[in-house]
């Protein structure tokens, strides 16, 4: 066992592949790697770690003595903890190393806190850091590096993506060196151990290139560097759900974490045979309006699919063509909501995308109509547009005077629970950029995933009043929200009890 060693450090994500993955390479090479898993994930109340939990980390900072520490940098909300936090152990004489998503998107910007970073899939350019940093060799010509030298940023290549996702070992789950630091307390345990639901990847990439996703602008940075779209054997997927299974006694669901689970009729067959043998337990996955078909989805409901979270974004064909640049039409839309419907999935989740400057009356009408179409049951999961730095749809609201520059850099250099409070809207009733019209429509659509609330929705559709007097709209979503909470908290529960939810 080499003496280097490693402490690498997640945000806001107890799950935490990135690191694990990470963790789990450098072990295979003989380096000793631990985990820092800081705060949890609670998109509707998103907090800065409090002095007692940055000491916290100066604890367990004191007690491994790590000679790299690596903080993985996902989503540009998170700067302000990423500054604040290198900072402190910067000025402690660390030496800090930035990676993940946020990294690889804007690598110059980490340069200005940290003298080095890593940017794209990281399980072969990490390990070469770590293994030059051990043995004092040159690290300058690695692919993927990015390092400050001479006062120069200087910005390495992307080497060719790897194309054998069965040949990077299973995430680092249980052991040792694993540490939790949320609500004020440490505990010197792997968090995942306790918990119902494990989160794995079955593929890396996404097909498609909305203008409001990240994903887009890492696809390019990668081009011509090999496929994008990648997935693993169900082999691969299978061995690695067992360890799970051994190891976390209180297992109930499987969470896929792919941008769009496999839609290969080969593949899927596979799985669902092997998953419902070897494995048993619900599961859920995103998918895409477009690739959502009878012969894919049956399958996966025999197995255990449980629920299933696909993308709509907006019910305005020319919002979603023209300004999110998504593909599918109305027709397809509702060809996808029959075929979940009629396969039975459990829980079906449409994803929109509402609260956005580009969009007038006449589109969130159209965004209601389409919602009245869908077949049923469904729920929805609504969002504030978020302008991620980099995105298309960024230059889109910069090119046609939607904002300023000054305004976008001021909104996304936000606070933590800022930024999440202006995506997740609809749970406080109020949205950052809502006018009444904006405000009443939403309303109408947040109401249309309830049946029986469907009648009220057409009726209040024609009610001038309401139209004046969108408040009313916004009381009654905040009560019915708690119903919804409520019957959120009890399917935890059936799932920790083993019930299919």
Not at 267 to 288: D, N, Q
Not at 451 to 477: I, T
Request: proline share 5%.
């Amino acid at each position: 066992m080499n003496g280097f060693k490693t402490l690498l450090i997640a945000l806001y994500n107890s799950k935490g592949l990135g690191v694990r993955y990470l963790s789990s390479v450098l072990k295979q090479r003989g380096y000793q790697c631990s985990l820092l898993f800081l705060k949890g994930y609670q998109p509707y109340d998103m907090r800065k770690p409090s002095e007692v939990e940055y000491a916290l980390v100066d604890q367990v900072v004191a007690r491994e003595n790590p000679d790299l520490i690596g903080i993985s940098y996902m989503c540009t909300f998170h700067r302000e903890v990423m500054v604040e936090l290198t900072r402190r152990l910067r000025k402690q004489g660390h030496r800090v190393v930035w990676g993940g998503a946020a990294t690889t998107l804007f690598p110059e910007e980490a340069l200005e806190y940290v003298d080095l970073a890593v940017r794209g899939e990281a399980e072969e350019a990490f390990p070469e850091l770590v293994e030059a940093l051990a043995n004092g060799r040159d690290y300058t010509g690695i692919p993927n590096v990015a390092f400050k030298k001479d006062g120069q940023k200087i910005i390495n290549d992307i080497r060719p993506l790897n194309r054998d996702l069965d040949s990077i070992p299973f995430p680092d789950l249980g052991g040792d060196g694993k540490y939790w630091i949320n609500n004020g307390k440490l505990a010197a345990r792997d968090p995942e151990l306790d918990g119902i639901g494990y989160e794995i990847m079955a593929s890396r990439g996404c097909p498609f290139r909305c203008s409001y996703c990240s994903n887009d602008v890492i696809r390019r940075i990668h081009a011509g560097k090999g496929p994008y779209v990648r997935r693993r054997s169900v082999d691969s997927v299978m061995r690695e759900l067992l360890m799970a299974k051994e190891k976390m006694p209180r297992l109930k669901m499987v969470h896929f974490w792919d941008d769009i689970f496999p839609t290969n009729l080969e593949w899927v067959t596979e799985f669902a045979s092997r998953y419902k043998r070897e494995i048993g337990l619900p599961f859920e996955i995103w998918h895409h309006p477009l690739l959502v078909k009878e012969e894919i989805i049956r399958p996966l409901v025999e197995a255990g699919l449980s629920k299933i979270v696909v993308g709509i974004q907006s019910g305005s064909p020319y919002t979603r063509n023209q300004i999110f640049l998504r593909p599918e039409s109305q027709e397809q839309i509702i060809a996808c909501s029959k075929v979940l419907s009629d396969a039975g999935v459990p829980t079906v989740i449409y994803d929109l995308i509402l609260d956005n400057p580009f969009e007038t009356e006449e589109n969130l009408a159209e965004t209601l109509d389409l919602c009245l179409k869908l077949h049923r049951p469904f729920y929805l999961q609504l969002h504030g547009l978020s302008f991620l730095p980099g995105t298309k749809i960024e230059e889109m609201a910069l090119e046609r005077g939607l904002i300023s520059r000054e305004k976008m850099r001021e909104l996304q250099l936000k606070p933590i629970n800022e930024q999440y409070r202006a995506m997740y809207w609809w749970v406080h009733g109020t949205g950052v950029r809502q006018d009444p019209i904006q405000t009443y429509w939403n309303s109408l659509i947040y109401f249309t995933q309830f049946s029986v609330a469907v009648p009220f929705v057409k009726w209040a559709r024609k009610s001038q009043f309401l139209k004046s007097h969108p408040g009313v709209l916004q009381g009654l979503l905040r009560l019915t929200n708690l119903a919804l909470i409520a019957r959120k908290a009890w399917r935890k529960v059936k799932i920790a009890l083993g019930a299919r939810a």
